[in-house]
């Protein structure tokens, strides 16, 4: 491994190193009850990156033990994700509730050893008997309970004789405790409720702290790695597996830093009240920090991992800038996708001493790029600029085409604007102009000098396309709720020009649009009657411009 490798990194090193474990194995434990969004990607990057780099495997596990909120869509979505991003899990997805039999035992188990009791105070009886962080618990009199009534009780929970909330199962551990995750924790709570893989056969379901260190156990997880909140939970994490006196090797939890990033929400249940609520078009909407979201916008899987290797592992909370994450798809594309023109907002031009038509050969990439690749541009008496690339009473520093001032037609000749004719509304409709036939790109003997060089299309041969930009989804740097959305977030052109080498021939394809940005045939709707693009990114950073 390199240099500087990341701390979890080093402990997996040295735990090889010593003997502790012979091999690494991690895992990615999702809750399935939404989509996976940029912070999963990088614990995925994490989990499944360490197991790779150490020939160990990493197994996905739906952490599926709350009946309530969980379903297959977003087990399939979660695989989705981890196989599109390049990871492989180890045999078949994994699932908790496999577990349900094996936990109850273990929680038997514990009974037995006089380690577990149930007990039958209310849900608030229980918070004011566990006292402050300043205050001691108190501990319930059904503490007291025998391990034969205690067992008896359990038995009857999980047979389905109480109503919700008659009964728990605690560990018996320290009412007074200064963390207080360890004042006699709950590990089974009744819950009347369809499990969408178990069905009805449970209505006690374990709680996250009894259920996932046992399910990293069942799997022989070694290093079990997980977001900063979980801190607290470490204790109990090895309380659970020390007290059932277990076979070792067991597993550690440590714990890194989660991404959080402006301008964007990542909690599943927010996403899901955006979603929900129609405020975006599904899971998969392009303004979505879900991986869906950024796969259906023309992300590449390679620019989310690279950011996530720029991103780092930490032990620190801090707040990532959503231009890093721009910038990484930015630095994908620029070598990767080919160059071409559409015009978004046209205005014609009417070029009055162009006569027929010609296919110009325009290569895709600049020199800079090491590809090669052209096109035929067609060319032709009437074409489209973008309307804001004329300007009849130019600001200082205006480099386009004016009345006075001439422009270079990207790849093809220099133009000079002769009329403006305009309607009755005084609306510029239209621009008679006329071309300097000695000023070919690449073989120009005109002599005459450009301050720029605009795109354009054949009016002819363009091919109508729908453009859909995209602007960020928050309009705050640290979004709380709807009421931080940006209400402009979504621009739909339903009639650009493109070039017609913007058809896609197959789907998947990326292209640059020249000064617009880089551009996505949309994976859903785009087809040969209508195209529709996607707009992944700007050419450069223009926030806060
Ligand atoms: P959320 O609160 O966004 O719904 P979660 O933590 O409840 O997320 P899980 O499905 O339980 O979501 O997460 C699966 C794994 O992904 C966990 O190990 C969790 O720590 C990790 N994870 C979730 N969000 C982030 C994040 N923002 N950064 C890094 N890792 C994350
Ligand atoms: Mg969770
Ligand atoms: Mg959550």
Redesign the pocket.
């Known amino acids: 491994m390199s240099e500087n490798k990341d701390f979890l990194r080093t402990i997996a090193e040295e735990d090889l190193a010593t003997g502790k474990y012979k091999e690494v194995i991690t895992r990615?434990?999702?809750?399935p009850n939404?989509f996976p969004?940029i912070?999963?990607a990088?614990?995925i990057c994490i989990n499944f990156g360490i197991a790779r780099d150490y020939n160990g495997h990493c197994n996905l596990r739906m952490?599926d033990t709350n009946p309530t909120t969980e379903d297959m869509r977003y087990v399939e979505a979660l695989k989705d994700a981890v196989t599109w991003l390049g990871f492989t899990w180890n045999g078949e997805v994994r699932y908790a509730s496999d577990y349900f039999p094996k936990l109850y035992d273990y929680a038997v188990a514990l009974i037995k050893m006089g380690k577990a009791y149930v007990d039958s105070l209310n849900e608030e009886e229980i918070k004011a008997y566990r006292g402050t962080v300043t205050e001691a618990g108190r501990r319930s009199v059904y503490a007291q309970r025998s391990v034969e009534e205690n067992l008896d009780l359990f038995a009857r929970m999980r047979a389905g004789e109480f109503q919700n909330g008659a009964h728990v199962l605690r560990a018996k551990i320290d009412m007074n405790a200064s963390n207080m995750k360890m004042r006699d924790p709950l590990l089974y709570r009744i819950r009347h409720a369809h499990h969408f893989r178990t069905g009805d056969s449970w209505c006690i379901y374990p709680m996250y702290d009894f259920a996932h260190c046992l399910s990293d156990y069942i799997e022989g997880v070694t290093h079990s790695i997980?977001?900063l909140e979980f801190e607290n939970n470490r204790e109990l994490y090895d309380w659970v597996l020390d007290a059932l006196e277990l076979t070792p090797p067991r597993p550690y939890q440590h714990e890194f830093a989660?991404?959080?990033m402006n301008y964007t929400v990542?909690?599943?249940?927010k996403l899901l009240e955006l979603v929900k609520g129609g405020y975006v078009n599904g899971w998969d909407d392009p303004r979505l920090p879900t991986i869906a979201g950024y796969k259906r916008r023309g992300y590449t899987a390679e620019s989310i991992l690279n950011f996530c290797e720029q991103i780092g592992i930490a032990k620190a909370n801090s707040m990532v800038d959503v231009a890093q994450l721009e910038f990484c798809i930015r630095d994908d594309l620029n070598t990767k996708v080919p160059r071409v023109m559409c015009v978004l907002d046209p205005l014609k031009i009417t070029i009055e001493n162009y006569e027929g038509e010609e296919e110009i050969d325009a290569s895709y990439y600049p020199h800079d790029v090491p590809k090669v690749g052209s096109r035929k541009l067609p060319f032709s008496k009437e074409i489209y600029i973008e309307r804001d690339d004329f300007s009849e009473n130019p600001p200082s520093g205006y480099f386009r085409l004016t009345p006075d001032q001439p422009v270079r037609l990207k790849h093809a000749y220099i133009l000079t604007c002769k009329e403006v004719v305009k309607d009755e509304n005084g609306n510029i409709v239209e621009i008679k102009a006329t071309y300097h036939p000695e000023s070919k790109s690449g073989a120009d003997t005109s002599g005459i000098k450009v301050k720029s060089a605009i795109h354009w299309v054949s009016a002819r041969h363009a091919k109508e396309v729908e453009v859909r930009l995209y602007e960020r989804l928050y309009k705050v740097d640290a979004p709380e709720g709807l009421e931080d959305l940006n209400p402009d977030s979504l621009h739909v052109i339903p009639r650009a020009f493109a070039e017609p080498a913007v058809v896609c021939e197959k789907p998947d394809e990326r292209f640059q649009f020249e000064r617009q940005g880089y551009f996505y045939a949309d994976p859903i709707d785009y087809t040969d009657a209508k195209p529709v693009f996607n707009k992944i990114v700007g050419l450069k950073d223009s926030w806060n411009k």
């Not at 990615?28 to 809750?31: L, S, T, Y």
């Open positions: 990615f434990p999702p809750e939404g969004h912070g999963h990088k614990s952490d997980c977001t989660r991404l959080g990542m909690s599943k249940r």
